[in-house]
């Protein structure tokens, strides 16, 4: 390996390389900073390779050739901040998009929210509106949803302004039946929406039980206590250090044996995890039981 580095060092364009690559490296240091610093939102214990994925793809679409360029417009020209907030947010999904999921979040909500008197579910970062329409059409169908209250958090004010008037395609319902039906769902979508001019919005004995609130994972503190908490999008995103931080913040805020709906398995090194049991043979679907 060091000589293959040697020869590599040799090569005329090795030294430009590795100093593009600095640079770039700086620029978005210097990037993600000035959004803190400017605007509060901190994107600084992300995962690079995501944030460098998504702002690439940014940078193709405003036709940007360098990070830097996109710094100044963010902090200079107006809407360019907001759209990069869209852009490093979790992305919109369908309804039901993840059927093999939404069958354990049914069970394990099923079997933890029925003892309990006044439930309250913690919804942390989800994949738009129809993550959390899911929910609720799932928590209706189980007979929770009258006394369950869901707590849906998003990380800016803009997001949060979005989902609260959010409509969906109609075609979606039609598109989305199958994974319903997949999920356990045996009835027909459509019939928990009201639909206009073909727009399609959850239905408002099921969308009042839901609290939508701007919140961060990466620098609020616990706001209550919960019976479940799901955060399976937003976390494949976050770096080694804020994970934790994000796991810990997860344990402070469920009760003893609430659900913990996680995007993956819990490592012997992550916090919190001699906490919980497994509800499944796999998947990051866990219980508290100390």
Same mark, same amino acid.
């Given at each position: 390996m060091a000589a293959v580095m040697g020869e590599l060092s040799a090569w005329p364009g090795f030294a430009g390389l590795a100093n593009l690559q600095a640079t770039e490296e700086l620029e978005?240091?210097?990037?993600? *900073?000035?959004?803190?610093?400017?605007?509060?939102?901190?994107?600084?214990?992300?995962?690079?390779?995501?944030?460098?994925?998504?702002?690439?793809?940014?940078?193709r679409t405003r036709h940007l050739a360098t990070i830097s360029s996109l710094? *100044?417009?963010?902090?200079?020209?107006?809407?360019?901040?907001?759209?990069?907030?869209?852009?490093l947010a979790v992305p919109p999904a369908p309804l039901f998009d993840l059927p093999e999921d939404t069958r354990r979040l049914r069970t394990a909500l099923g079997d933890s929210l029925r003892p309990t008197a006044l439930p309250k579910v913690w919804l942390a970062e989800p994949a738009g509106v129809a *993550?959390?329409?899911?929910?609720?059409?799932?928590l209706a169908e189980e007979k929770l949803y009258g006394r369950t209250e869901v707590f849906a958090t998003v990380?800016?004010?803009?997001?949060?302004?979005?989902v609260r008037n959010a409509t969906l395609p109609v075609a979606q319902l039609t598109e989305s039946q199958a994974q319903y039906e997949a999920s356990g769902g045996?009835?027909?979508?459509s019939d928990y929406f009201e639909i206009s001019n073909g727009e399609a919005r959850l239905l408002p004995r099921l969308r009042e039980r839901i609290t939508w609130a701007q919140y961060s994972l990466v620098t609020d503190a616990s706001f209550n206590?919960?019976?479940?908490?799901?955060?399976?999008?937003a976390l494949p995103d976050f770096g080694p250090l804020l994970r934790q931080r994000v796991l810990r913040?997860?344990?402070?805020?469920?009760?003893?044996?609430?659900?913990?709906?996680?995007?993956r398995e819990l490592g012997p090194?992550?916090?919190?995890?001699?906490?919980?049991?497994?509800?499944?043979?796999?998947?990051?679907w866990y219980k508290r039981v100390r």
């Open positions: 978005l240091e210097l990037l993600l *900073e000035a959004v803190y610093q400017r605007f509060g939102f901190d994107f600084r214990g992300y995962a690079r390779p995501k944030l460098r994925e998504k702002l690439c793809a940014l940078l710094q *100044e417009r963010v902090l200079h020209e107006a809407g360019v901040a907001q759209e990069l907030m869209r852009v *993550e959390a329409w899911t929910l609720a059409i799932l990380g800016s004010d803009e997001l949060l302004f979005e045996n009835g027909r979508l206590e919960f019976h479940g908490i799901i955060c399976r999008r913040l997860f344990r402070d805020s469920l009760s003893l044996f609430g659900v913990l709906g996680l995007d090194a992550d916090a919190g995890v001699m906490d919980y049991q497994p509800l499944f043979e796999d998947g990051g």
